[in-house]
């Protein structure tokens, strides 16, 4: 709500505008079946001038008529142009500031809200909430300007059709609210349902290797079954209860006329009123009722659009937890130092420590390998100095300075990160590798992509460097992939780079030469590199093993051979006979 | 507008759907005919009261009154009926539709599958499926009704004037061709805007799922701008589409009062003529309102159905797809695991050889690696083995027989494998490890957990066994998601076990715990293990080094380390060439 009335406020006068002409159009549609009775009464019965047909006032009143519908015709376009300005314009607004938002989220807060859950806000909420401002301006005013207007008119008619009214009002009513009371959980259930089918259905196309190598096509067929079952029955639930509505409004409706029809008859017959009249009235409460209808609909609009913005003002009202902190801290001078003091880390969601008391001081120009088992926490505490989280205790250092004092963005252009899984954009590998526009040329491009051992199968590309890369990169190998994201790293700069585990799909022939280029042409960055083999880090300079998120040796590789049985154990593994190095 | 290749066709097949629903279809017509007698039967009454109500006859109105009323309620009960055998009829048929669908998909072959984009056929099992569907629950009762109401509506003004019944016709189609004009525009405005909400759309999936990267290299503010750039753009476009959009509704008001002033001046002019009387007027008022409607309706379901039916080709087109032949032994049981690979030669695209002339035979009981750069086709080998392409000359055999002549069930049933890409579905990890069979026990399952490294990770989860894992991996690295999926494979108790891959995110001393437990697991089972890391193959009885569809070394580690050939270099680059 407090979305709404922000946005409302910013719209204010087109809303308004869009709601006056609104209210214009249907009062030109409320007039008419009044000139209508003036035509039948007064034209066609002459019941003034004593039964004499009056065929200059029809065509008079006739054109008068379309006069009047011509003018409620350009109201109606006008509110409708009034109201898309509005609800385009605050969908628009809030789909950005929403997206903004997420930009600027910390990785705990994109995991909590999961990625899945903000695509749909930014797109699916946005145009529930921007539907339900449409419907709020124009579908509100419609129906309450016809209710109103309609029964005003009516009974100013004659008040006797106000029984039928007082008759007809709460069936329709009842209806509507049982009818909005039963569906709207169902339109909920529906929403489950059908993404628990497209669930399966991604599911098993990607997985179908998967499925088929256990043979496994009956079980997979029965679980599909039981979900197309689901939604079947939800969807003819949903149906059910809307098709409840329409023929009992039709009901109710079709009685209320034949009651005016009654009503009308014994004022007739007394006198009170002209045929014309009763036509009139049927004409009304058919639009009183029809405007109920409507309510009915805005009803389910609105309900789904204020569960829409809610989740909007969820996101809006995540405040960006990675903020520059004044805490006096101040750079040392040096050029891609990094230092971990006494730092220990807990992931939010279930407070167990996945780093204890890690302390570690790496320098400028230096090469250190981090190695460890899966899940030891290396990749968590490389995440730490590009502040991706941040420490539950201890402090990161870089260049001496508290990564927290930092301002983010200068701390990641000092840093950078290639990470484990390679994700490129849609658009072409020169756009992939020049991340902003004007920042590198041509030769350079070159340079960190000959590094990262891409140019020549880039080059092989249809179109070099200007080839597309599909969808989150499907259509070059994993090893390719990584190289076009390494190459990307090498080219942003900065004083401290860290591989992530980011050769991992590379053979060893490719690997070996891309860390061969990486010494002769980018010596001058601290490299921080994670690997699982022992080739890949053994010419690092200092060699770090840690163990359950302790780190439990460091040295060269040599050192480590001599003294750590951690670091013996996974030579051993990878090679079965350690002493023969 | 998407326009159907052979819509007759396509729609004949689409009402075949139906036969077998033919008490509802008959249910449905019978209730959509009452519904439109007792609808067209109304006005005319109304005519008449209103006719008595003039003429001063006040005794017939009471009579006619309950007559109405009778019909009112017939036709209230009547839609009731309509819209729930609608609701039976479309859900029946669309569940029938989707499961054929799914089934197919299930069996299609492999080599199909990998030939379609998953977002094509995501796209034809989702969209298309839906677009059908709601077109037959939407349109199926309300166009039989439409003619219908059409029918009897004309035939009623007929008997009732033939001059007014005409004018009303004029109106009528005046609105039919705005209509038809406006779609158009309409249509046009509406795919510009979907172009773009599928831009947006795209942009922030891939935006949002790569906020790491995006963070880490500064782009926030790249991305909002071409985010904003985006969205105002489908700002203007769909202002200007819905506006075209409702503008609608007043234009055909206008038209509808059009048609109403026409109706009372012309009604008025005939009635001082004493050609007709003042009820028909009204009567005519409602009528014309019952004309335009299906007249509207049908103008704009025919868009509908055209794109509709083009989904529904695109259903059967995959529909038409032949199935895997699966055929073979049914009851051939694998005991021993011999596999043989004589002459084999396969290519994915005619011209391209992938496997050429591959002989190669595996004894039971027996660990072989297969190692290689990319593209030498360690892969495919598997994927000829498991029968998921078929070989294109000469033949493997496990344990002598054809496997063409075993039944794809009893092959893969025989074969445990573990892929490169970590499939793992939305389930418990229970689930996920009992895929093989769910009657397998807890004690089994735990067992080969604890073979396969997996306990470890499944301890750290919030529910352990019981965890649901999302499809995205909640919060596993690869290198636990493929320790769960080498757990799956274990499970399956398999004669022969395929790992392509599948430590590769693994830790070097962790995979050599699993190996050791396989060592056990697999006496006397055969395995073959594709990998680029030479720490996970070392220890096989023989090493296969392949290189362009061809064998070019085999040998164990020892012999191919003394021969100095293609194994020694790649032995050399991962432990000593690399110092520099």
Redesign the interface.
């Known amino acids: 709500m407090k979305l709404l009335f922000r946005y409302l406020r910013r719209y204010g006068i087109w809303a308004l505008l869009a709601s006056g002409f609104m209210v214009a159009e249907v009062f030109v549609d409320l007039l008419q079946p009044r000139m209508m009775a003036t035509i039948v009464n007064e034209g066609v019965l002459g019941l003034s001038s004593g039964g004499v047909p009056d065929m200059e006032l029809v065509i008079r009143t006739g054109i008068w008529m379309l006069v009047v519908v011509m003018g409620g015709a350009l109201f109606g376009i006008l509110s409708a142009v009034f109201t898309n300005i509005t609800g385009h314009g605050c969908g628009n607004e809030i789909r950005k500031q929403c997206f903004r938002r997420i930009m600027h989220f910390s990785f705990e807060q994109t995991d909590d809200f999961t990625v899945g859950s903000l695509i749909t806000r930014v797109t699916n909420d946005v145009t529930q909430f921007q539907q339900m401002i449409m419907q709020l301006i124009r579908g509100l005013v419609r129906c309450l300007m016809f209710f109103v207007g309609g029964t005003a008119a009516l009974l100013s008619l004659d008040l006797s059709f106000g029984v039928i009214l007082s008759v007809a009002f709460p069936v329709i009513l009842i209806d509507i609210i049982f009818v909005v009371w039963r569906t709207n959980p169902l339109f909920t259930m529906l929403q489950k349902c059908l993404d628990r089918l497209n669930g399966i259905i991604q599911e098993d196309v990607a997985g179908i290797r998967v499925v088929k190598a256990f043979a496994q096509e009956k079980t997979e067929k029965a679980r599909f079954e039981k979900a197309n079952r689901e939604l079947v029955d939800t969807q003819f639930n949903v149906q059910m209860m809307l098709s409840f509505l329409r023929p009992v409004m039709n009901i109710v409706l079709n009685l209320a006329v034949v009651g005016i029809l009654y009503v009308g008859s014994i004022q007739v017959r007394e006198g009170d009123i002209a045929p014309g009249t009763v036509m009139a009235a049927i004409t009304y409460i058919s639009q009183v009722l029809n405007g109920m209808m409507m309510l009915a609909m805005i009803f389910q609009t609105l309900s789904r659009g204020l569960a829409s913005a809610g989740r909007l003002q969820e996101v809006l009202d995540t405040p960006s937890e990675i903020r520059q902190e004044e805490i006096g801290s101040k750079e040392d001078g040096s050029h891609g130092s990094v230092t971990f003091e006494h730092v220990s880390f807990a992931y939010a969601d279930n407070g167990v420590d996945v780093l204890h008391d890690i302390s570690l001081s790496i320098h400028p120009g230096e090469t250190v390998a981090l190695i460890g088992s899966t899940g030891c926490g290396k990749s968590t505490l490389v995440h730490l100095i590009p502040r991706f989280y941040d420490v539950t205790a201890g402090r990161v250092l870089v260049d001496g300075k508290d990564v927290r004092a930092y301002d983010p963005v200068l701390l990641r252009e000092k840093v950078t990160i290639c990470l484990q899984k390679s994700e490129l954009f849609s658009g072409t590998i020169r756009e992939n590798l020049i991340t902003k526009e004007g920042s590198r040329n041509e030769q350079e491009m070159i340079r960190a992509a000959a590094a990262a051992q891409a140019d020549e199968f880039i080059r092989q590309q249809p179109e070099g460097y200007d080839t597309p890369v599909a969808m989150r990169g499907m259509s070059l190998s994993g090893g390719q992939r990584q190289r076009v994201a390494i190459a990307r790293a090498l080219l942003k700069g900065g004083e401290i780079l860290i591989l992530d585990d980011s050769t991992s799909a590379l053979d060893l022939r490719t690997e070996a030469a891309l860390y061969q280029a990486l010494k002769k042409d980018y010596a001058h960055l601290t490299r921080i590199v994670i690997a699982q083999r022992v080739a890949s880090v053994r010419t690092a300079d200092r060699i770090v093993v840690l163990e359950e998120g302790r780190i439990v040796a460091q040295g060269s590789h040599e050192e480590l051979l001599a003294c750590s049985p951690v670091y013996q154990d996974i030579c051993r593994s990878q090679q079965g006979e350690g002493e023969k190095l | 507008m998407e326009k159907p290749k052979e819509g007759r066709q396509s729609a004949a097949r689409l009402f075949a759907y139906f036969r077998p629903e033919m008490r509802y279809v008959l249910l449905l017509a019978g209730a959509v005919t009452l519904a439109v007698v007792a609808g067209v039967t109304?006005p005319r009454l109304?005519s008449q009261?209103?006719d008595?109500?003039?003429r001063?006859s006040?005794e017939e109105?009471?009579g006619y009154?309950g007559i109405?009323?009778l019909t009112?309620?017939v036709?209230?009960?009547m839609?009731?009926l309509?819209?729930?055998f609608s609701?039976?009829l479309s859900?029946?048929v669309?569940?029938r539709l989707?499961?054929e669908l799914?089934?197919k998909?299930?069996?299609?072959p492999?080599s199909t599958?990998d030939g379609h984009s998953?977002?094509d056929?995501?796209s034809r099992?989702?969209n298309d499926a839906e677009n059908v569907s709601s077109v037959i629950?939407s349109s199926l009762s309300s166009m039989f009704s439409g003619i219908l109401t059409l029918l009897g509506t004309v035939t009623m003004m007929l008997v009732l004037s033939v001059p007014m019944s005409l004018l009303t016709l004029v109106t009528v189609f005046l609105s039919v061709a705005l209509t038809r004009g406006m779609t158009r525009l309409m249509r046009k405005a509406y795919v510009r805007r979907q172009t773009l909400?599928g831009a947006?759309?795209?942009i922030?999936?891939?935006?949002?799922?790569?906020?790491?990267?995006?963070?880490?290299?500064?782009?926030?503010e790249?991305?909002?701008a071409l985010?904003?750039k985006t969205?105002?753009d489908?700002?203007r476009t769909?202002?200007f589409a819905?506006?075209l959009g409702?503008?609608m509704?007043?234009?055909m008001?206008?038209i509808n009062?059009?048609s109403?002033?026409i109706v009372?001046?012309f009604?008025?002019?005939l009635?001082?003529r004493g050609q007709m009387t003042?009820g028909v007027?009204?009567a005519f008022?409602v009528y014309s309102k019952q004309f335009s409607r299906p007249v509207n309706e049908l103008a704009q379901m025919y868009g509908q159905i055209q794109t509709a039916l083009a989904g529904a080709e695109r259903i059967f087109e995959l529909l038409d797809d032949e199935s895997?032949d699966q055929s073979g032994n049914e009851a051939f049981e694998v005991t021993r695991g011999v596999i043989e690979f004589e002459h084999v030669n396969f290519s994915y695209v005619p011209g391209k050889p992938v496997i050429q002339d591959f002989n190669l035979r595996v004894e039971a009981g027996r660990k072989i690696a297969l190692v290689g750069?990319?593209g030498s086709g360690k892969t495919t080998i598997v994927n000829l083995l498991?029968r998921?392409y078929p070989v294109d000359s000469g033949r493997i055999t496990v344990d002598g027989v054809d496997i063409r002549e075993i039944a794809?069930?009893r092959l893969?049933?025989a074969?445990?494998?573990v892929?490169q890409?970590t499939?793992l579905?939305?389930d418990t990890v229970r689930h996920n490890l009992k895929?093989?069979d769910p009657s397998i026990s807890d004690e089994d399952m735990m067992e080969a957990a604890k073979l396969s490294y997996c306990d470890?990770?499944v301890e750290?989860l919030?529910k352990e066994y019981d965890t649901i894992l999302s499809?995205?991996g909640s919060?596993l690295?690869?290198?636990?998601r493929q320790?769960l999926t080498i757990g799956r494979a274990f499970l399956?108790y398999p004669r022969i076990l395929v790992l392509d891959e599948a430590t590769?995110?693994?830790?070097?001393?962790?995979?050599?715990h699993i190996q050791n437990a396989m060592v056990q697991l697999m006496k006397e089972r055969t395995s073959l293990i594709i990998a680029?890391?030479?720490?996970t193959i070392?220890?096989a009885d023989l090493i296969v080094v392949m290189d362009h569809g061809h064998i070019c070394e085999t040998g164990n580690h020892e012999q191919l380390l003394a021969r100095k050939g293609d194994y020694y270099q790649?032995y050399m680059?991962?432990?000593e060439?690399?110092?520099?």
């Open positions: 109304a109304q009261v209103i008595d109500l003039v001063g006040f109105i009471p009154l109405m009323l009112y309620l036709y209230g009960v839609t009731l309509q819209g729930f609701a039976r859900q029946r669309v569940f989707r499961k799914f089934d998909v299930v069996s299609l492999v599958i998953h977002g056929l995501m099992m989702t629950s909400l947006i759309n795209g922030v999936e891939e935006k949002v799922t790569a906020s790491r990267t995006v963070t880490a290299y500064n782009l926030q790249e991305t909002i985010f904003e969205s105002d489908l700002r769909g202002i819905d506006i409702n503008i509704g007043p234009l008001n206008t009062n059009l109403f002033v009372a001046a009604g008025a002019l009635t001082l003042v007027i009204s008022i895997e750069s990319t498991m998921f794809c069930s893969r049933d074969v445990g494998i892929l890409d499939v579905f939305t895929y093989a470890k990770v750290g919030a499809g995205a919060g690295s690869q290198g636990q320790l399956s590769s995110s693994v830790d070097t001393r962790t995979e050599q680029h890391r030479l720490s070392r220890d790649l680059t991962q432990f060439g690399n110092a520099t």
